[in-house]
């Protein structure tokens, strides 16, 4: 009679291939995707950043829960970690609100960007690489195009990249992340048209100055350059609709 197997054999999960350290010896590297908690910060952040969940809003966590399809625990870490940025306000007794930006509040927010992305341009000039140079150039030529058509989600976007690739140019992750959480908080500016109308322009010909001085290598001219196109935003300030 043939064989039959007498016991289940052994459950086997897969491993990631091992490799070699500096030293020759096998290790396993396991590579792990966002968690929930991540996922679902992501996520809350995204509309709360693109006005889906506008200032003011209220919403308690279940409701959270229901729009964005995620269970509470994640969520509840989620909304943690976005009190503690700014964004969201947990009101007793009625739930969480979408954070207001007051004028005071936004003013702020540019001296905060002035102060950090001065010192950021003039590492920059610096250290910055041929490639990440082009990168800055192509970002400008998009940017030139959006102007006659006044799209500014578009130019929002191109704002962002043209900020960070500056923030990759300096060479130092600490102040990357700073620019990051900030420049994050700057994009309700753009959503809440607390710009002044024709101020694309003026933006583009300040972007193109920070550019030359970071092309020239000159640390100096860079972090004048940024200095004095974050002190433009401030004086083409409106006050926000509502």
């Known amino acids: 009679m043939p064989a039959t197997a007498s016991a289940a054999q052994p459950i086997r999960t897969s491993r990631a291939a091992p490799s070699r350290d500096a030293n020759g010896s096998a290790s396993t590297r396991i590579r792990k995707g966002p968690s929930l908690a991540e996922q679902a910060y992501d996520e809350i952040k995204r509309r709360i950043l693109s006005l889906e969940f506008g200032p003011g809003q209220l919403f308690n966590e279940l409701m959270i829960c229901e729009l964005i399809g995620f269970s509470r625990s994640p969520v509840h870490h989620a909304i943690q970690r976005l009190k503690l940025e700014g964004l969201i306000d947990i009101i007793p007794r009625k739930g969480l609100q979408i954070r ?13 960007r002035w102060a950090v992305e001065a010192n950021v341009a003039a590492l920059a000039a610096q250290r910055r690489t041929d490639e990440q140079l082009v990168r800055m150039r192509a970002l400008l030529a998009a940017s030139s195009e959006l102007n006659r058509d006044d799209d500014r989600d578009r130019f929002m976007q191109i704002d962002h990249d043209f900020h960070a690739v500056i923030a990759e140019a300096a060479g130092n992750s600490a102040l990357t992340d700073i620019m990051r959480s900030l420049h994050e908080r700057s994009a309700r500016l753009w959503k809440l048209r607390v710009l002044a109308p024709g101020d694309l322009p003026h933006t583009q010909d300040e972007h193109h100055a920070v550019l030359e001085a970071i092309e020239a290598r000159d640390s100096v001219a860079a972090s004048n350059a940024m200095a004095a196109h974050l002190a433009s935003l401030r004086r083409r300030r409106v006050a926000p609709a509502g």
Do not use: P, Q
């Open 100 to 112: 207001r930006e007051s004028m005071d509040e936004i003013l702020d927010l540019l001296e905060a």
